[in-house]
Structure formats: structure tokens, C-alpha cells
């Protein structure tokens, strides 16, 4: 059989529990077609930190992406789209936002990338503008990244890999068309926008002759948003954290909890999987699916859990440096780097974060406390704790 087509989709700025609300009928199409993973966990609450893992199979202190416009992805890290060139793949891109310009080095491998977006509404250069919000009105719509996507993939003879990447549920919360009257808050109403429009993509190559049914999608979003109160889990604003503004600051799972489904040839359809997983499993996992040689990973296949076959949930690490930026160019002096380690286990879920100058830790019971706003700080720091020797195991 010849190799399948790859179509890995980016729905920007999208929480799990709104993906999976049932009110997404793109989305709900997929996990009708594929896998589910009801938990899956991101690296960082920043487009191109995230994305970096994904297409790198890396966490961000292996590829060397931790702030935004700052560094640039390593040059002697192998990328998803580099590997599938060496199979034989064409491969095309169209981003649509400041945060995927290829100025960070993840155009890496691509024969075609397309990261064009508008000025801002002042006439300046997105890329210039250290505000992330106001960076954020700089965005290619949907129907452009469908419309510059299915003209890329109308071109292609032999296998391809497609990525499209859909920036519309990111701030500001203002979607063009009412695409599904169910929604609840004018961010559901972008989701649901960016969500019709990557399924008139898959419909668009299916017209094309490519059945979606004989290629391998992967649907995920780099991170969640945290509106200030619209969600139970919320810590924005009046929270408690009034310097997180969507996402970026904070490491809670409004922002670290996304959505990731997997479909394709000789995978089970409608199935979900809920051991815990991570972003950066994804490219060790499509590596794994297509028989290629596998290249260094923090990430570890999923094809056994895809095939339904039961394994233990892998602790998801996470952090953010965006504070330090925020901390530069705003009054709040005293925020803080952080780091995470989400863990799910028979014995309970955990979270730990962590201040990554001071080594001030807390811990979150996510079985008492899902929200995660009772944290109980830990009397050592996490630099006390990684630093104190082990003991030698009993003779």
C-alpha cells in the first residue's frame, strides 16, 4: 500500500473541555472517526514553544524555545517535517499567526510555508510589537488557511503531509459568522468557527480525492485559555492572577489541558483513551505509525494505546518564561518562571508547580481539588528537594 497522506491540524487557543463539549460538530466528526485522548497535556502555554514540541518530539529544554521571539529552534534537532521529506513526503504549512513566523526556525523541512498575516490595524508590523494580545489581531482567518491549504494540496502527486494551523480562537473573542447557536460566550462562538472550517478542509481533500478515511489526521491544540471566571477552572483576573491575560503566565489545565485526536488507516474509530499523555508523544507516534526510523524524543509512541491496549499514564512536564516578559513591560515586578509536573496514577492525580528562580513549590490534589485552587505549598522548594542526595538502596 502506498504511504498514507499526513493532515495534522492546529486549532490554536482551544481548551479540552470545550472540544470536547459535544457542541463542535467538526471535532465530534473525528473522535466519531478515531481516538480520543480525553487527557492529554501540553509543554508550554505559548504558540511557538508548543508547536516546537510537537514538531520536534523535544520538551522545550532539548529544542531551545522558551520565550517568545527570543530563541530560535536548534539547528541540529530534526524536525517532523525533515524526517517525512527524507520518506518521500511533500510537505506544506499554512500558520496564521505572529507566533508560527518562521523567523523561529519551525518552517524547518517544509518545501512550502505559508505564515503570512495581516499588518495591525495601526499599520504596524505584527513582529515588532512585544504586547501579546495586541500581537494577536495580526491573524490569517479560517477560510484563508483553508482556501492557501487546499490550493497546496490540489498540487501534490505523491504523499503529502499538511499542516494547517487556525489561530481564531485566540483573543480577541469576536467570531465572524454564528456558526452554531449552542455556544455559550463569544470565545465557544471562535472555536466553533476555526472548528467548521478545518472540517470544510478534510471535505475540501476529500473532493480532492483524498479520503480522510485513508489518511492519518492529527487534530491538537499548543494550549487552553484561561478567561478570568467564564470557566470553573479559571484563575485570570479577578481569580486571583489578574497579570494572566488568556494564557502565557500560569501552568493551571484552563491552559494545559488540550485536546488531541488521532484517526486513520487501521485505527479504531470512536474509542477514547484516558490514561494521560503529552504533546510531545506526537511525533514519536506518527514516526512509529508510518514504520520510520525514530529520532531522539522526550516523547514516547501512543500506537499501543491507539490500538487500545492498556498503559500507564506518563507524567506531563510543562513550563513558562513568559512571565519574565510580562514582568518587563508591565507594574507586576513579582511574577515568576514556572515549572510543572502533572501526574495521574491509580494512587491519585497530582499536580506540582514550582517558581523556577525561587524553587517555591504547591501541590495540587486533582482528585479533591480540580480546579486546582487549593494548593498546599510544599515545606521544601523543588530545587531543596532535586538537590538532596539519594539514599543508596537497602543491601
Not at 491573524?139 to 487546499?150: D, G, Q
Not at 496514577?345 to 479533591?368: F, H, I, P
Given at each position: 500500500m502506498p504511504p498514507p497522506n499526513i493532515v495534522i491540524i492546529s486549532l490554536d487557543t482551544v481548551r479540552a473541555d470545550v472540544a470536547y463539549s459535544g457542541k463542535m460538530a467538526g471535532i465530534e466528526r473525528l473522535r466519531r472517526a478515531g481516538v480520543t485522548f480525553r487527557q492529554a497535556v501540553s509543554s508550554a502555554p505559548l504558540?511557538?514553544?508548543?508547536?516546537?514540541?510537537?514538531?520536534?518530539?523535544?520538551?522545550?529544554?532539548?529544542?531551545?524555545?522558551?520565550?517568545?521571539?527570543?530563541?530560535?529552534?536548534?539547528r541540529d534537532v530534526p524536525t517532523l517535517a525533515e524526517e517525512l521529506g527524507r520518506a518521500g513526503y511533500a510537505t506544506g504549512a499554512v500558520v496564521s499567526c505572529p507566533g508560527l513566523n518562521r523567523w523561529y526556525g519551525i518552517d524547518r523541512g517544509f518545501d512550502y510555508y505559508d505564515d503570512e498575516v495581516p499588518l495591525l490595524p495601526d499599520g504596524?508590523?505584527?513582529?515588532?510589537?512585544?504586547?501579546?494580545?495586541?500581537?494577536?489581531?495580526?491573524?490569517?482567518?479560517?477560510?484563508?488557511?483553508?482556501?492557501?491549504?487546499?490550493?497546496?494540496?490540489?498540487?501534490?502527486?505523491?504523499?503529502?503531509?499538511?499542516?494547517?494551523?487556525f489561530f481564531d480562537a485566540h483573543w480577541p473573542y469576536e467570531p465572524p459568522e454564528q456558526i452554531n447557536p449552542e455556544v455559550s460566550n463569544p470565545y465557544e462562538g471562535e472555536v466553533a468557527f476555526a472548528d467548521h472550517h478545518a472540517g470544510r478542509l478534510l471535505d475540501n481533500l476529500a473532493e480532492l480525492g483524498h479520503d480522510p478515511a485513508e489518511m492519518l489526521v492529527v487534530v491538537f491544540s499548543d494550549h487552553g485559555e484561561d478567561l478570568g471566571g467564564w470557566?470553573?477552572?479559571?484563575?485570570?483576573?479577578d481569580r486571583g492572577h489578574p497579570y494572566e491575560e488568556g494564557h502565557g503566565c500560569l501552568l493551571f489545565d484552563a491552559t494545559q489541558h488540550v485536546p488531541l485526536i488521532v484517526a486513520g488507516p487501521g485505527l479504531p474509530a470512536g474509542t477514547e483513551v484516558s490514561e494521560q499523555v503529552r504533546l510531545v508523544d506526537i511525533m514519536p507516534t506518527i514516526q512509529r505509525l508510518l514504520d520510520l526510523p525514530a529520532t531522539p524524543s522526550d516523547g514516547l509512541d501512543m500506537t499501543g494505546m491507539l490500538h487500545g491496549r492498556s498503559e500507564s499514564?506518563?507524567?506531563?512536564?510543562?513550563?513558562?518564561?513568559?512571565?519574565?516578559?510580562?514582568?518587563?513591560?508591565?507594574?507586576?515586578?513579582?511574577?515568576?518562571?514556572?515549572?510543572?509536573?502533572?501526574?495521574?496514577?491509580?494512587?491519585?492525580?497530582?499536580?506540582?508547580?514550582?517558581?523556577?528562580?525561587?524553587?517555591?513549590?504547591?501541590?495540587?490534589?486533582?482528585?479533591?481539588?480540580?480546579?486546582?485552587?487549593?494548593?498546599?505549598?510544599?515545606?521544601?522548594?523543588?530545587?531543596?528537594?532535586?538537590?538532596?542526595?539519594?539514599e543508596s538502596p537497602a543491601p
Open positions: 504558540t511557538p514553544v508548543s508547536h516546537a514540541t510537537v514538531f520536534t518530539g523535544l520538551q522545550p529544554p532539548n529544542h531551545g524555545m522558551r520565550h517568545l521571539f527570543r530563541e530560535q529552534l536548534r504596524r508590523d505584527p513582529l515588532s510589537v512585544g504586547d501579546v494580545k495586541l500581537r494577536g489581531l495580526a491573524l490569517k482567518r479560517a477560510p484563508l488557511v483553508v482556501e492557501r491549504a487546499t490550493a497546496w494540496a490540489a498540487g501534490q502527486q505523491g504523499p503529502f503531509m499538511l499542516f494547517a494551523h470557566y470553573p477552572n479559571d484563575h485570570a483576573g499514564s506518563r507524567p506531563a512536564y510543562a513550563e513558562t518564561f513568559f512571565p519574565e516578559e510580562k514582568r518587563a513591560n508591565s507594574r507586576y515586578s513579582d511574577i515568576q518562571p514556572l515549572g510543572a509536573v502533572r501526574l495521574a496514577a491509580a494512587s491519585g492525580n497530582q499536580k506540582v508547580v514550582w517558581e523556577q528562580t525561587r524553587g517555591r513549590a504547591t501541590v495540587y490534589d486533582l482528585d479533591q481539588d480540580p480546579d486546582e485552587m487549593a494548593g498546599t505549598p510544599l515545606v521544601a522548594s523543588i530545587t531543596d528537594v532535586l538537590a538532596a542526595p539519594r
